[in-house]
């Protein structure tokens, strides 16, 4: 059965209670003009390891990797993208797709490649998600510290022992015997 395009509530109830397949198709993503041009397509269902640019809210600019692709929401999940909670706590802040554009496509899928077109030969290293491996992995060269002195460390304290919570007559010294 079609659903009707016209009535709100219709749409509303076609949103929610959506397969996964349509779920993929409404959460596609234009794609920037170089990539347009590259791939021939206006916009690509967005997946995980794509790279996207913000185009609005206040990340407006900002170009991340994605995280997780949120289809049950509608949502998209970047890294360092993030929101402070009241406990000032860093929680990941979920984007709608109508406010991204991708900037650099996640090839290692050959399924996505031979819908896009894409030959082998065509795809860089960083496309297939190779290189960006690597560089996470590489431990990051730091400057040597110069070494301080030694500070003298104070001596640990005695803990103190706490009174058990047993009855009160455990406690008490043993009665004294008047002979």
Do not use: C
């Amino acid at each position: 059965m079609r659903i009707s395009p016209h009535s709100p509530r219709r749409q509303r109830k076609a949103l929610y209670t959506a397969g996964p397949f349509q779920r993929r198709r409404r959460m596609t993503v234009p794609l920037s003009r170089d990539l347009r041009s590259r791939f021939h397509a206006r916009s690509v269902p967005i997946r995980k390891g794509d790279t996207v640019r913000v185009l609005s809210g206040s990340f407006v600019g900002r170009e991340e990797r994605v995280a997780k692709v949120d289809r049950r929401g509608y949502s998209v999940i970047l890294d360092n993208v993030t929101l402070k909670t009241g406990e000032e706590k860093l929680k990941p802040l979920p984007i709608r797709t109508s406010h991204l554009v991708i900037t650099r496509l996640n090839l290692s899928d050959p399924w996505r490649r031979r819908v896009l077109k894409v030959s082998d030969e065509e795809v860089t290293p960083e496309e297939r998600g190779v290189v960006a491996e690597e560089e996470e992995t590489a431990e990051p060269v730091s400057a040597p510290t110069p070494a301080l002195p030694p500070a003298e460390a104070p001596s640990p304290k005695p803990k103190a022992k706490r009174a058990s919570k047993a009855a009160p007559s455990d406690t008490a010294p043993p009665p004294e015997e008047d002979a």
